[in-house]
């Protein structure tokens, strides 16, 4: 995927630097395919760089397909399968994205509670203290990431309406309304507060870092709801202690303490 964008925008300011403006809706669809089919250009040292950047691009996108061919192969045969299935449940979370969280950072209920996990993926925020002045920063980014980027290219989803579209559909069948139920709650939750920092005017980068942090304690919930599903009972509630009352002690004016 890294040596696919990398192409992508070497052809791109190539173009742009012999004048060349693609002035429709969307960049490498079929229509935008065409439109570079149908370039010509009067150097012939031209075409050539054209046409190796073209097939660079060309290249990586068979590679990239091959190896998720592979990877949707091998899925069926893996033994933390139903896992993978389960947090394609999310949205924004396809095949690639759950098979990454879970090939690199292996059994998530490991972490006894989601903030270890988002430390474990470097999505914490900085902490820059000194006696009692305390002051935050930028995410740590001192976890892994490739989790950390799929979970944030996952966040970018959740600007949009909340709802259960035909794919996100599909991906849930067979699995419990358990996991449907943090996956709709993950859509509406991670949805209001895209909403909330956006109304106060967040860089967006800030906003995806945050939902991604959040949507690691739903990716959490889902993986032991899977697994380890005591893991999300919740406690009973605590009983209030019931103590004897204090006995009073009352002083008799009328009698006389003995010395």
Not at 228 to 253: F, I, M, W
């Amino acid at each position: 995927m890294v040596d696919q964008r990398k192409g992508r925008q070497r052809l791109k300011g190539f173009l742009l630097r012999l004048g060349h403006r693609y002035l429709g809706k969307g960049n490498w669809s079929a229509a935008h395919l065409r439109y570079l089919s149908s370039l010509h250009f009067s150097h012939a040292a031209q075409q050539i760089a054209f046409q190796e950047y073209l097939e660079a691009i060309t290249v990586a996108s068979e590679r990239l397909g091959r190896l998720t061919k592979a990877m949707e192969t091998a899925l069926p045969t893996w033994k933390r399968e139903p896992v993978v299935r389960a947090l394609m449940s999310l949205r924004g979370v396809a095949l690639l994205n759950a098979m990454t969280l879970v090939a690199e950072a292996g059994d998530l209920t490991r972490f006894a509670s989601p903030t270890p996990l988002m430390s474990y993926f470097g999505l914490t925020p900085s902490e820059y203290s000194s006696g009692e002045k305390r002051q935050q920063g930028a995410i740590t980014k001192a976890g892994n990431g490739a989790c950390r980027r799929a979970l944030v290219e996952a966040a970018h989803q959740y600007r949009f309406i909340p709802r259960v579209t035909p794919a996100i559909q599909q991906r849930q069948e067979g699995q419990s309304q358990e996991v449907r139920a943090i996956a709709l709650k993950a859509q509406q939750r991670l949805h209001a507060r895209f909403r909330s920092m956006s109304a106060r005017h967040k860089k967006p980068v800030v906003v995806a870092a945050a939902l991604a942090r959040e949507l690691c304690g739903f990716v959490w919930a889902i993986a032991c709801q899977v697994s380890a599903p005591g893991k999300l009972k919740k406690s009973e509630p605590r009983t209030e202690k019931t103590t004897a009352p204090k006995r009073q002690y009352r002083l008799d004016p009328e009698k006389k303490f003995k010395r």
